[in-house]
């Protein structure tokens, strides 16, 4: 580590950011968790803010000179304008070495969020879209598999093909939570450019191969195996049985697993590429 350095350090649920401007010395945000109203951006020494952790030097593609970085932390010292949103510690260090307020912390937790509530509310949603489509109201068994072959239909498919369609809204929400998260930033490394490049398109990818492996959960899940009428209805029925529920709850978990899957192969192709370049 060497003067004008952004540092962190692992504090258990988030990460606190300062700006190394000496040999032993960190400009940073003061404050924990459940006193930030009394916050300041101050001069500490390193082992004050480390308070025990490990630093960690976060890395930079491109960013101002050491001088200009040092300059802009000592410009700010006496500040207690803290916002955990939009004025937190990362967003100070950030703005120290490139000009930009950003914190990846509140994107990537805003991100995630709004990820999870929104696949949640797009596989509640698709309940809905079922029990009112088909020609058999409700959700009784011939209600939901009407309403899926109504949905199906709509695209020159049956059933399966309505399992497809519904699950394409809670990937869609992933697929932009991930973009936000994996987000590209001309100021990071090119390493770390590239590694969220291919989370992005992996996050696409693992959509696709979710909905196949949806499909091939529900043809044998049931007491009735394959994709028949009979098929679904069992299959659907077991998935559901996994989460307490029947066919309805089959449903949901059908139309959200593909959007976990999503997620789980977007990040994880991330954190792959990150581990091969190291």
């Not at 490990?54 to 000179?65: A, H, I, N």
């Not at 304008?81 to 120290?96: G, M, P, Q, S, V």
């Not at 699950?167 to 869609?172: D, L, S």
């Not at 090119?190 to 996050?203: I, S, V, W």
């Amino acid at each position: 580590m060497r003067r004008g350095d952004h540092i962190k350090v692992n504090r258990g649920i988030y990460s606190h950011h300062g700006i190394l401007v000496g040999a032993n010395e960190v400009i940073h945000y003061t404050g924990e968790l459940a006193s930030k109203e009394n916050a300041v951006v101050r001069l500490d020494p390193l082992d004050r803010f480390l308070s025990g952790g490990t630093p960690e030097l976060v890395q930079y593609g491109r960013c101002l000179s050491d001088d200009e970085v040092v300059c802009r932390a000592r410009s700010r010292m006496g500040e207690n304008l803290y916002d955990l949103f939009e004025n937190n510690c990362e967003h100070f260090a950030r703005w120290c070495k490139t000009g930009e307020r950003q914190s990846e912390q509140v994107r990537n937790a805003a991100s995630s969020t709004a990820g999870t509530v929104g696949v949640g509310a797009a596989a509640a949603g698709s309940v809905g879209v079922v029990s009112a489509t088909g020609v058999v109201a409700g959700l009784s068994g011939a209600g939901i598999m009407s309403g899926l072959g109504a949905v199906g239909g709509a695209v020159g498919a049956g059933a399966i093909g309505g399992l497809g369609v519904l699950a394409a809204a809670p990937i869609a929400v992933t697929s932009i939570a991930m973009n936000q998260v994996l987000r590209d930033d001309p100021s990071l490394p090119e390493d770390e450019r590239e590694a969220r490049k291919t989370g992005r398109t992996a996050t696409v990818i693992g959509g696709v191969t979710g909905v196949g492996g949806s499909v091939a959960a529900i043809s044998v899940a049931g007491t009735v195996s394959g994709l028949s009428a009979a098929g679904i209805t069992s299959g659907l029925a077991a998935i559901g049985g996994t989460v307490g529920g029947g066919m309805v709850a089959g449903v949901a978990v059908t139309v959200a697993a593909p959007a976990a899957a999503a997620a789980a192969i977007g990040y994880g192709a991330y954190r792959f590429i990150k581990w091969l370049k190291d």
